[in-house]
């Protein structure tokens, strides 16, 4: 799965939660019954905004299509995105979303940010750099094929290499580490 494809994916899934949880809000906070027509009124109303968010731009015309899904007579968008919800809560990680999944962990245990690497840029510390055109070829389907580097300036590389390794997603080790500039590069293997 392409990093391009996982980031609709991901976006999709979110929208569609994010949706179910408003109008969930909206419905425990109503002392009435509240009808499909109204509980597609809600979710049209929270949806709108989203078309001129730009990090949902790859989903634009999925949103657009659930506002004209809400909009069609006898239309249940609610039910629709609980079927969603349920594909996407059935599918398995693997590939890039544990990559995602293992970024995710680092920024919220380590505060690591994490960027594509840019030539034409400085490096900053405390940042994992990845390499597009080598995120591009380690992953074929579902699965990962190649190593994938992580280049990071850090005083604490080596104890990031520990926590990678306590993840079950990955196995890490050190390819390269200069001590005096605290540059790292770490390969990361999928766990087996």
Not at 48 to 69: F, H, Q, R, V
Not at 91 to 108: K, P
Not at 146 to 173: D, G, H, R, V
């Amino acid at each position: 799965m392409a990093i391009k494809d996982f980031e609709y994916y991901h976006n999709l899934h979110t929208l569609a939660t994010n949706s179910l949880l408003h109008l969930l809000n909206h419905v425990a906070s109503s002392t009435r019954f509240v009808p499909t027509p109204a509980r597609n009124s809600i979710l049209v109303t929270y949806l709108k905004p989203k078309l001129k968010e730009k990090l949902l731009n790859n989903i634009k015309k999925d949103i657009k299509l659930m506002i004209k899904t809400a909009r069609t007579r006898g239309a249940n968008l609610e039910i629709k995105l609980y079927q969603l919800n349920d594909k996407a809560n059935q599918c398995t990680m693997a590939g890039a979303e544990n990559l995602y999944s293992l970024l995710v962990h680092l920024n919220n245990e380590r505060g690591l940010e994490s960027r594509l690497f840019d030539e034409t840029k400085e490096t900053e510390e405390n940042i994992i750099y990845l390499l597009e055109e080598h995120l591009e070829h380690c992953f074929e389907g579902q699965n990962q094929i190649a190593p994938i580097s992580l280049l990071t300036q850090l005083s604490s590389a080596p104890e990031l290499i520990e926590e990678i390794n306590i993840t079950p997603w990955f196995y890490a080790e050190m390819k390269e580490w200069n001590e005096n500039t605290h540059q790292a590069h770490i390969l990361v293997h999928p766990a087996k």
